[in-house]
């Protein structure tokens, strides 16, 4: 083995951090989205007749005392629906305020913002029944619009360098990062630097002129090739070479994943402007849904508080 290579699982092993803490963080992640769904799936399952039976049989029903909007187990899910979403409301209130730096940050909010914004519309969808009349209708509606278009948000919002704390990188930053990552991966692969900057490159045109669709299009073409040059750099790294050993599976699998990175890194840069106005844009689609659906909850929650009785039938 040569001592490149002897090195390497150390000098990847220094670099593992930022390689691997996206995936734990993907992951736990997804645990707490699947552990919020799982009560309001669960009781729809379990209410599955109940909800499909026309109204008038619903009253007669042995479940209409617990799920109905106002019953036992309709009226916990309403409160944690409303909970959750006056919760998501957070995100923008510590992002615009600086005091707030203490409450941890930009990105760790985000995260707990999208299971939320994730989960809040099927709590709210259970606990109305699913029925959805009315104002009430009308507020769901721009409620299940705002966490739908919150995935393009997502989207857009992972193609912009970011530090790990969700602060935007300047190109200097990604500079220096991209850098030190092409170094981590030599030094893991034993392979010269230009030589893997020429198997991990990828195509890609200018993005001044795109227009929102255009680089839409284009940012999904780029996740594409990029997949596609991490294949290629898969089978270049796992030929063995006339007097180097092969790669071992792990060394590769931080290879790869600190690859994946700097791909990533090189792609948002060449679209940072246009990726910037695709987001300015959905920023201002955005907040109109989520401003109707607060003041659509609020007059539910006023009028159902005052003039329903939420404790009557
Ligand atoms: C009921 C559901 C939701 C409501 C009421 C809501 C509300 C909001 C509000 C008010 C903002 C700030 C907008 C601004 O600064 O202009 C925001 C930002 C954002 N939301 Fe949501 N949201 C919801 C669901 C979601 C979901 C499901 C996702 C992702 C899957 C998501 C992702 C985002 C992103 C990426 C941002 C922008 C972050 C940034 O620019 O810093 N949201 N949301």
């Known amino acids: ?102 409450m941890g940050t930009l990105g760790d909010w985000l995260r707990v913002h999208i299971v939320f914004g994730l989960s809040v519309p099927l709590y709210a969808a259970v606990h109305a029944g699913w029925r959805f009349d009315g104002l009430i209708g009308l507020g769901y509606l721009s409620m299940f619009i705002v966490a739908l278009s919150g995935l393009v948000g997502r989207y857009l919002y992972t193609h912009i360098p970011r530090s790990q704390s969700g ?34 490159r990828v195509a890609g045109g200018a993005s001044e002129a795109l227009g929102p669709l255009g680089a839409l299009r284009r940012l999904l073409q780029d996740d594409f090739e990029r997949r596609r040059a991490i294949s290629r750099l898969r089978l270049e790294l796992a030929q063995p070479r006339p007097g180097r050993a092969a790669i071992d599976g792990r060394s590769l699998g931080r290879a790869l994943g600190l690859a994946r990175q700097e791909l990533a890194l090189s792609q948002q840069v060449r679209m940072l402007d246009a990726t910037r106005r695709v987001f300015a844009l959905w920023h201002v689609a955005h907040r109109p849904f989520a401003i109707t659906a607060l003041l659509a909850v609020s007059i539910h929650v006023v009028v159902a508080v005052l003039f329903a009785g939420i404790g009557a039938k």
């Open 1 to 102: 083995m040569s001592s490149a290579s002897r090195a390497a699982p150390r000098a990847a092993q220094a670099a593992a951090p930022p390689a691997r803490r996206p995936d734990r963080r993907r992951f736990a992640d997804r645990i707490a989205l699947v552990t919020a769904l799982l009560v309001p799936t669960a009781v729809t399952v379990w209410g599955w007749q109940y909800y499909v039976a026309p109204l008038g049989a619903r009253l007669r029903h042995d479940l209409h005392g617990l799920l109905r909007p106002s019953g036992t187990v309709g009226l916990a899910l309403g409160i944690v629906a409303l909970a959750g979403f006056l919760f998501l409301w957070l995100y923008p209130l510590r992002k615009g305020l600086r005091a707030l730096a203490w």
């Open 167 to 200: 602060v935007e990188l300047s190109r200097e930053e990604v500079a220096n990062q991209r850098r030190s990552l092409i170094t981590d991966i030599a030094a893991a692969t034993g392979r010269p630097p230009l030589e893997l900057e020429s198997v991990m």
